[in-house]
């Protein structure tokens, strides 16, 4: 019985880390539709700076509705240090058709997207080992033809 109850609180104390919404900031070029505080969510981060474990895997989740019909979507990460684009490597420059749901979070959605509905796109990335300690910018975009759909950034710190 003390196993089940321990279990049952741990994956209830992992689905709130993940509902909650992250406090990140709009990119400022690129021309992407405003975000609400409400539309993205990383686990383990309310307010930056996030804490990036390396040896550890960082989920994303981000609600958005495209202003207009798409064929596909790239995902674009890097992270900003000392003023230089550095890519997440195994995330950057990936299709995100893969990682795109319904708005009720579990449907598969995937390309083509259509303008107006909502979408929840769900992703992770490995902190890999060989990352130096670091403070950092993450910029995590969405794109279509080199034009960003969706952009946000968060300070954050390689521990």
Request: charged fraction near 25%; aromatic fraction near 8%; charge should be positive.
């Amino acid at each position: 019985m003390k196993f089940s109850i321990i279990t049952i609180t741990f994956a209830f104390v992992c689905l709130v880390s993940l509902s909650e919404a992250t406090q990140v900031r709009q990119c400022q070029e690129g021309g992407a539709k405003k975000l609400e505080s409400s539309d993205v969510s990383i686990s383990n981060c309310e307010k930056p700076p996030c804490k990036l474990r390396r040896k550890s895997k960082v989920t994303i989740e981000q609600k958005f509705a495209p202003e207009t019909d798409l064929k596909s979507l790239t995902t674009s990460v890097h992270a900003v240090i000392l003023g230089l684009p550095l890519p997440f490597i195994g995330v950057d420059n990936t299709p995100a058709c893969d990682h795109l749901f319904e708005e009720d979070g579990t449907t598969k959605a995937g390309c083509p997207l259509k303008a107006g509905k909502n979408y929840v796109y769900k992703n992770s990335f490995d902190v890999l080992e060989i990352y130096p300690k670091t403070n950092l910018v993450v910029h995590w975009a969405l794109t279509h033809k080199d034009k960003d759909i969706t952009c946000f950034e968060i300070p954050a710190k390689i521990l």
